[in-house]
Structures are given as C-alpha cells and as structure tokens.
C-alpha cells in the first residue's frame, strides 16, 4: 500500500514570528487545513488522519505523483503555510510510512526555512490492497459519555488508543488512529480475524476497555474502510465482537 | 474560571444512517466544526480544545448565555448536525467541566434523539480568573521530527499527553490537551512556578520526555494563554524549563 | 451608520505571482475569506456583502477599532493574503462607505505592496440606526427557475440588480447588493414606505421585473434585516409588495 | 463540452423555516458551499461559477457520473442542505447549459420538497474541447479603485458583466461570468480573435469601459483558461488588447 506524510514547512517557528499567533487561530488553520486535506485525499477513495496536525498522514493508493502536487498547489493558494510531502510503499503499514519519512527527512529540517514544498519518494500505480480495522468501545455512550465526568471518559479513549497503537506497531507493523468520539482506525497488512480476536483481549488485558471492531479489505482506503464500518455496524446489532463482512467481489 | 462542554446530538447514530457515511466527510465535518467553534470562542477570548471532536470542550469566560445560543444558531445555519452545550463555573477546571457535563447529562443522552440544542448550566459575568499552561518537548524537532519514525514521534507525544492529563488531573484538579506538534495546554488553577517544576520531573520519570512550559494568568484564556506562549518562548531561548512573564499589570 | 470597506492588499499581482494561479484555487480562496468575514462581521450584528470579492464592504455597527485589528489579525492567521480596512461614519450610507474608501485611499495604493493591513478612518460607539430594505422578485421559482434558461434568469436578475443598484444610489443615498437567488439588500437612510413603492415602479418601468419588498429598522443591520426579512415573508403571504412590520419596542 | 447545473434542494423556503434565518450564515452557507464545489471541481480541471448561489454552474468536462454523485455526497455529508444536478453537452456552452437545465427541471420544481439529490442528464466522455476568455478592465486599479467611490466601480463592473453577458448570449452562444475584481471568464465555442476584437469594441460603445482579453482553448476549462490567464498576462505587459497564446501542442 502507499502511505503519504504530509508536513507543514517550518512550522514552528511560523506559529511564533514576529510574536506567538492566537492559539483559536492556530487551531483554525490546522483543522481547516487538515479537513482540506481529507477532502482531496477521500476524493481518490484514500483515508488521511490529522496524527500532530504539523505532521498528518495517510494511505494515497490511487493517487500519483500528478495528484500530490496539486496538493501542495491548492494549500499554497489558501494557506499562510505551505507542505511537504513524502511518499512511501510497502506491504506494511509501518514500513510504508517509515519510507515516506525517511524520504522526507533527507531533504532537510521540517524546520529548515529553506525546505519548501519538497516531494519526496515515489507514487505508484499498484500499491497493492489494504486493510482496514475500525474499532470502537462497546457501550460508550452507556458507560461513559451519559455518565462519566467527560475528561475521564477522554482518558479512557486516551489510553485504549495508545494502548493499540503501541500493540499494533510491535505485533503487527500497523498504525492505528483516533478518528473521533471512541472510534479508532487502523490500517493492517492482511491480518486474520484471530488476529483481532487476540488484539482485542490484549487492550482488555492492559487497559480493562472492551473493544469491538470491524474490519475489511480492498484496493483503496475507503473501499476496505466501508466494509470495516459495515463490520463494526454487524458488531453493534449483533453483540458478535469482530466482524469481517463477507462481500462476494473484491473491488 | 468557566468551562462549556459542545456536544454534537446525536452524532454517533447519524454517522452510520441510512449507511456508513464516507470517513473523509465525517473526518472533515468534524474538522470544520471544530475550526469554527474555534473561531467563534477565540472571538471572545476563550479556548477550545477538540478533545473527542463529538464532545468538545473549552474555557469560555466572556461569553455569556446568548453568545452560546448564537454558536448553537449558527452550527444549525451551516452543518447537517446540532449542537448541544453545557456551562460549568468553578475555580478549579476539572470541576468546572464536570458541572457543565452534569447539566447536559441531566438533558439526556447525548444519542437521544430528541434532546436537540439543548443548553444547560449557568454563565456567569463574573467567572473568575485562569491559568493557563503552555508545555512543549524540549528538543522536539531534532530528538523526534527530523530522526525518528514519525508514528514513533506521535507515540511519544501521546505518551506525554496521557501522563499528563492524568496527573494533573489526580493532583491540581486541571485538564490537559493535545494541540499540535509537540504541544499540549492545560487549564490550572492558581498554581505557582514549583508546581510545574514538580510536574515536569513526575512526566520526565513516567516517560522519559523532558518538557519546558510557560504559564500565565489573565481574566480570559487568550491573555493568561498569550503569556504561557511567551514564557514558552523564553524557555525555547534561554534553556530555562519553567517561565512566568512577570506583567506590570493584569488585564 | 457605520460601514468599513474590506480590500484584499495587493490581490490582483499575487494571483499571477510567479505565474497565473488555479482559478478554481482563487475562487474558493475568495469565497472562504468572504464567509469568514460574514462569519466575524455577524458574530456582531453587521452584514456584510461580497462585493468584488477583492473589496467587500458591510454595515459595522457595533464594531470598534479593536474588532478591526482582530478581523485582520485572523485573516493574516489564516490565509496567503492580508486585508486592510477602511471605515466610515455617516447618516447616508452612500456616504459612509465614500468616507471609508477615501481613508483608505490615502493609506495608498491597492496594488502598492507596500501597502499592508492599514486600517483608516475612525470607528464610533454610536453609529445611529440603519434602515435594511430586503428585496425579492415577485415569483421568482415560477416565472424562471423552474420555466427558463437559467443564464435568462441570471442575467434578468442582473438587471434588476443593476437598475436598483443605480437608482437607490442616484436618488437615495442607498447601496444595495445581491445575495443570492433573486435576493437583494439595500442599507438606506431612514426611507418610508413611499420611497419603496416609487422604487419597485421605478424597477417595473425599466426592466418589467416586478419586485416585493420588506424593510426594517434598527440599532444594527441584524436588527434591521431581520425586520426586512419578516416584512418580506408578509408580502410572500398576502400578496402586499410593500411591508414594514410594526415592531412594540426597537432593539 | 459538458456543462453542469448545481442547484441547492428547496433552498427558498429553507432559509425561511422555520423563521428566516441570519443573513450572515445565509452568505457564509452559500460562500463556502461554492468554494467546496470549486475545490471539487477544479480537481478535475474544471471550472465552475457562483451564479446566483442558490444554482451554481461550471464546465465538467472529466466529470463522469460517480463524480456528480461523489460531489452530492460530500454536500449531503458537510451541509444542511442538498444538491440536485444537471448535466448538459453540446458544441455550443448556452446549449449545453440548457440541456443541463431542462433535464433538471423536468425531475420537478426546484422548490418541490420531494425533489431531492436529483442528477438529471447524461455526462460523457468525450465532450469535447472548450474555449476560455478571460477579460478584464483595462488600468481598473488606476482607473477605479484607487480614484472612484467603490460602489461608482463596482456598477462599472456590473455594467460591463452584463452587457458582456447580453452580447455573448445572444451573438457566440457563450456564457460569460463575474469572477472576481474586475475579471469576468467567458466559456465560448471556438471563436477567434476577431471575434474578440468586435467583442471589445462592442462593449467600449456600450459602456464606455475599455476591456481586454486573453483566450485560450484546450479539453478541459483549466488547459484553456490557464492560456486565457496567460494571454491576459500578454496584454498587461504588452499593452495588445487580445491575446491568444500560442502553444507548441494542445493538452
């Protein structure tokens, strides 16, 4: 699969010259930013996650060298900042982005004023399937938002996303993402549902959080995240704790 | 100091009604919700933090009961989706917060259909001033950025954030929140220069990870903020790990 | 009233520096910055019209010096392009943007590049009432939308537009603006009920477009469009083509 | 080439229910639904126009049928409102934007409550080349916007959007359209430059206003409007009045 990382050039220093930016704006900008990105990302059927807002990332199949540059095009003409991008390809998730960083590192500092728009690695047409997991917390809305002080039901989701992302990068070579409220998505090389049967019991075990999740495979982002949701909607209905939605054709 | 809770009604069940809607749109519309609450906040001086993007929360002094029903009309005017919110007054934040989490509680579940813009609790004219926390990893760029696996970065910043809303939580009774790069912000009580010098040895034991932070207090969140953000920037200048701008005169 | 003439600086070079940008980029680029302005400028009560998207101009009661600085503070904070700012103070609003564009005017060129984020003439804490007048084309979706070619409908509406655009400026000191659909708004002197039935003769006379018309007034141009609109929803209703709702109590 | 109408569901009677809505979110809704369509759009390399907002319409040549209802989604998914869609091609854009019209009007009123998402027409993919103009006012900074009250320049450009709009209709069978500034596009059949010469001196009769113009052609609204931007260019610096760049192979 082909994995994208997107950064912010000199970034930092930006927020603060002459004098520190208003904190709403910077949140403004990176949000705006970041939604613009998944706009044009979700338009080629990819999936972007907001990671440190400075550094976002995402999985780019179907888009190619072409396309990434018109990226870069369209943020320097809405934005006061401009991107960097590095592109990676590997079966692996976590390999996949280490390349896409390390192509993006040998072109300097991200916070070097004279690396601007730089786009480093190498698009391809066939990056190959993807799979995507979307877990989220059974009962969530039960257990913890009608009836937990709200930053503690924040920390729980706090700790079963770091919790996953720690186990799905040691065990699995993936990469998982908070996406908002109790929802996380990971993206897998081709992972067995035994495998989620033993990730679940492994969050359980370290942060005593239930987690269901579907998950789903397919060309692009969206067509293995969709089946992931359809996945996790057969979860919600069905009590069943990992679903894998059977669907006649691949895409 | 005032805290309001934002919650989008209903959202979890309109998200995958009649079917899974596209994760990019959802990614974005959560985004662009953000990023004009932000705006709208940001215009009386408060902060916001996009906690889980469906609950969002932030300091609000400044805006009273009307200012909250024109962010609820103008969510209504421009989003598929509504908004309820509820007010907490308290000097110390996380019992600020949990009182404008009880009020919306009280309304009904957040995934009732028919609690629509509800707004709970009380704002007050008089709420009191707030300190505000600006914490950075020292290093960050040439430590994380430049050299290591970017999701390792991002796991070490969730590290940081985690042990510090938790300990802040557990012992100064203020919320801690992500907001960028290296970044996070807390929301405090009056706490004085040894406390964060406590706080930055309990994270750097736990973690690991040195962190350098400015604080500041003020009557709203931006001028208490501003003045973290320039602490920050003398630590950033002078190595020191904790400043507090003296200022002739509070506003 | 009050009114302030907002000008992009120096827009027409930078969109063909180095080399002529994406139009698609300039439009949503020219279009975001009108919402976020329409968004601040409402935030207190004013309107706000897009005018040439390059300069746009709006009823500003309301709004002091510092709301100024604060509008071009987040535009720097949010866009590639600044903004400077002219205001102007009169009883006519022909006037009043007259005077705001004439203090801008001395500030320098548009196309000066060294002209950046001026802000001219003089904000006041009371601007006196505005009249709004809400105008509409007596069955609109019948007669065209839903029958003719809608570049027909567009450009009768661009007549309608242009004939009222000149004979309220020509006769009443009025400024008025499209807002969409067949939609327009005139900021006047305070006008009676008469004027307004001499106006939409006027129309008729000249381009057999038949217009309806609600006015209102008020401390602010919310108060008073508002107004407009329900006068405008009266005429809708009963057939009147002139209304003026009779308020207990003004604003 | 292929045209297409974008038309907000029932808009009217929306922004009126249940009593009318604030004007400035009315212009916000409207600005950013634009820019998002633009954005959509332009990653096509097409063009689109804001209208009368409440229909909007654009060349789409590489737009096929998913694109439209991938556009309707995003819409559904980011706004309160919906979009239905008419899609037109013929050699001639006033045609083609016909075709797209009738198609859509025969699914029902545009304020008919059970028309809803409607995508009416037939987009191929073969549509053809496009040929672009794009005009502006000769010496319109000198001239106007550092000299004339705004609104005197803003009816000078009303005056020659119109009678622009008036004479391409009816003599090239082309739509012209404000596009910002003093700048006004034309989507034409392929015409030469004696057509814009005539085109000029008709208007400079008409109006008095001296225009000059760049076109360009190409398969998609962006390949021939970015040589109308460079023929533009051309004239500025040249003093020519049209413009027709040569390119060594079209696109």
């Not at 991107?83 to 390390?102: H, M, N, T």
């Not at 039901?153 to 720690?166: D, P």
């Not at 897998?188 to 495998?195: D, F, N, Q, R, V």
């Not at 579907?214 to 949701?229: D, E, I, L, V």
């Amino acid at each position: 699969m082909q994995l994208s990382l997107f950064q912010i050039d000199n970034y930092g220093p930006w927020t603060v010259t002459p004098e520190p930016r208003r904190e709403t704006d910077l949140q403004s900008l990176q949000a705006r930013l970041y939604a613009d990105i998944a706009d044009f990302v979700g338009r080629s059927d990819g999936y972007v996650f907001f990671d440190r807002f400075d550094n976002m990332f995402g999985v780019t199949n179907g888009m190619d060298r072409t396309d990434h540059v018109s990226l870069q095009e369209q943020v320097r003409n809405s934005y006061p900042v401009t991107l960097s991008v590095g592109i990676g390809v590997d079966e692996l998730p976590f390999e996949a982005l280490g390349k896409a960083s390390r192509a993006l590192q040998q072109e300097g500092s991200a916070q070097d004023e004279h690396r601007q728009e730089r786009l480093a690695g190498t698009a391809t047409a066939d990056p190959g399937p993807v799979t995507v997991a979307h877990f989220d917390i059974v009962g969530a809305t039960d257990k913890y938002t009608d009836r937990e002080h709200p930053f503690d039901t924040t920390i729980a989701v706090q700790r079963a996303v770091l919790s996953l992302s720690e186990h799905l990068r040691d065990e699995y070579d993936s990469i998982a993402h908070f996406v908002g409220g109790d929802n996380i998505i990971a993206i897998c090389p081709p992972l067995e549902s035994t495998a989620f049967t033993d990730i679940r019991e492994h969050i359980a075990e370290r942060t005593g959080i239930e987690l269901q999740v579907g998950f789903g495979r397919g060309q692009t982002a969206h067509s293995a995240g969709y089946r992931a949701k359809e996945g996790l909607e057969i979860c919600r209905e069905s009590g069943q704790r990992v679903a894998y939605p059977q669907t006649p054709s691949d895409d």
